[in-house]
Antibody
Framework: EVQLLDSGGDLVQPGGSLRLSCAAS????????MSWVRQAPGKGLEWVSS????????YYADSVKGRFTISRDNSKDMLFLQMDSLRADDTAVYYC??????????WGQGTLVTVSS | EIVLTQSPATLSLSPGERATLSCRAS??????LAWYQQKPGQAPRLLIY???KRATGIPARFSGSGSGTDFTLTISSLEPEDFAVYFC?????????FGQGTKVE
């Protein structure tokens, strides 16, 4: 059974940093691209970032480019999102998602990031 | 950036009725379009990919159609568990984008 366990969400001040993690199990992690998608309270879904199966290529939404870094550790079946220079409009539930042909076929339960002073 | 516009914003129906949801892209996405269902407090679930292919375990009452810029998600006969928000998503171009959602109530 595919499982994605998101963690690392917290309350952080504007300008601060946070690192999200996603522990994957139940599939060959190194064989699939992975992504982060976020959802602000009461709002729709926003794609944040994706990384290829090997980690050789990464993609970012303009809203986070230069501030967020996606990475993965295929030896530990882990996905990460390093978030720097956080802003109030980064407040959202962040989901990690497994990508099948770059669709999001499995999702984590989400982790809440709140940016506020 | 490809903008996806969903209509209507809200669809008020009763169990057993047919639901027809629309998603229009600002430029062609070929058939690289998916539909997701999201219930309150839950992560989204993939229903349809490549415009018309049902994801694993998705009931046959869900169907998708369309190509290019106009897409439709149809729920042939609403079950109580189908009342939720539905999002379309394109994987044709970077950045990936989602529609704003249609709530089926």
């Amino acid at each position: 059974e595919v499982q994605l366990l998101d963690s690392g969400g917290d309350l952080v001040q504007p300008g601060g940093s946070l690192r999200l993690s996603c522990a994957a199990s139940g599939f060959t992690f190194s064989g699939y691209g992975m992504s982060w998608v976020r959802q602000a309270p009461g709002k729709g879904l926003e794609w944040v970032s994706s990384i290829t199966a090997s980690g050789s290529a990464t993609y970012y939404a303009d809203s986070v480019k230069g501030r967020f870094t996606i990475s993965r550790d295929n030896s530990k079946d882990m996905l990460f999102l390093q978030m720097d220079s956080l802003r109030a409009d980064d407040t959202a539930v962040y989901y990690c998602a497994k990508s099948r042909e770059w669709y999001f076929d499995y999702w984590g339960q989400g982790t809440l990031v709140t940016v506020s002073s | 950036e490809i903008v996806l516009t969903q209509s209507p914003a809200t669809l008020s129906l009763s169990p057993g009725e047919r639901a027809t949801l629309s998603c229009r892209a600002s430029q062609s996405v070929s058939s690289y379009l998916a539909w997701y269902q999201q219930k309150p407090g839950q992560a989204p679930r993939l229903l349809i990919y490549d415009a018309s292919k049902r994801a694993t375990g998705i009931p046959a009452r869900f169907s998708g159609s369309g190509s290019g810029t106009d897409f439709t998600l149809t729920i042939s006969s609403l079950e109580p568990e189908d009342f939720a928000v539905y999002f379309c998503h394109q994987r044709s171009n970077w950045p990936r984008t989602f529609g704003q959602g249609t709530k089926v109530e």
